[in-house]
């Protein structure tokens, strides 16, 4: 990916980035510390454009990344979005957390741009009470975009390094997804998510064609 850099942190709707032209977007999405920014420093290969930590809550606002710049003009092909992470986290107030969490709810509604929401969820564990609100948010807001402006969702099971990429634990965690999309999510079985698996661990890059491949259907006209 040539072309990569910071353009800005927005803690409000207001300051979502807004060109003449529309820039069109894809966002990680997913509770604190699921790996949200180290999984865009895969897909971009960057080591830590994204500031990453072992301590939950550490990325706290929306922040967006220019990619492939026209070298001409500057103009970015699309922008790559890091969020905070929905849910709890010892470090961040109540207050916040209900911020990010109203933040996360017009973003998914309003923001004509976004193209591909990546829903990002531990492997090693079944789905949290955070994901299914994210799972919810996510179908209402497709439910009242027209159909032009329907973005694509994907769910990414991150970290399988740490299952060993083991098929059955693989296995089980998708199981686990999916019960958890029709049972509590509310999404009906016909029309359920691509679901996918990602490590950013050293080099591997696993799952990262999957998500470009993802991008890229998105992006074509
Ligand atoms: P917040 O910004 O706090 O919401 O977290 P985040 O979702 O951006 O998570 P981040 O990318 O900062 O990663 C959290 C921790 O998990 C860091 O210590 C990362 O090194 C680690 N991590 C992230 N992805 C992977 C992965 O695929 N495999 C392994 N083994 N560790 C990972
Ligand atoms: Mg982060």
Same mark, same amino acid.
């Given at each position: 990916v040539?072309?990569?850099?910071?353009e800005k942190s927005c803690a409000a709707m207001a300051d979502l980035p807004t060109p003449e032209r529309p820039i069109p977007e894809v966002v990680f999405v997913g509770r604190s510390n699921v790996g949200k920014s180290s999984l865009v420093n895969m897909?971009?290969?960057r080591?830590?454009?994204?500031?990453?930590?072992?301590?939950?809550g550490h990325t706290r606002t929306f922040d967006y990344?220019?990619?492939?710049?026209?070298?001409?003009?500057?103009?970015?092909?699309?922008?790559?979005?890091?969020?905070?992470?929905?849910?709890?986290?010892?470090?961040?107030s109540r207050g916040m957390q209900?911020?990010?969490?109203?933040?996360?709810?017009?973003?998914?509604?309003?923001?004509?741009?976004?193209?591909?929401?990546?829903?990002?969820?531990?492997?090693?564990?079944?789905?949290?009470? +955070?994901?299914? +609100?994210?799972?919810?948010?996510?179908?209402?807001?497709?439910?009242?975009?027209?159909?032009?402006?329907?973005?694509?969702?994907?769910?990414?099971? +991150?970290?399988?390094d740490k299952i060993g990429y083991r098929e059955t634990s693989v296995k089980k965690a998708v199981e686990q997804t999916v019960e958890c999309l029709t049972s509590r999510g509310g999404w009906p079985a016909s029309h359920l998510p691509p679901i996918i698996t990602s490590s950013a661990a050293k080099k591997t890059r696993h799952g990262r064609d999957d998500i470009?491949?993802?991008?890229r259907a998105a992006f074509s006209p």
């Open positions: 040539a072309g990569v850099d910071f897909v971009l290969n080591k830590q454009l994204a500031s990453t930590s072992e301590t939950a990344y220019r990619c492939n710049r026209n070298r001409t003009d500057g103009r970015p092909e699309f922008y790559l979005v890091d969020v905070p992470g929905m849910g709890f986290a010892e470090n961040v209900d911020s990010w969490r109203g933040l996360h709810e017009r973003y998914f509604r309003v923001r004509e741009s976004l193209r591909v929401v990546f829903h990002l969820i531990d492997s090693r564990r079944p789905p949290m009470n +955070t994901d299914v +609100t994210l799972m919810n948010m996510v179908r209402e807001a497709l439910d009242e975009r027209p159909a032009s402006q329907r973005f694509a969702y994907v769910v990414v099971l +991150t970290k399988v470009w491949r993802h991008m």
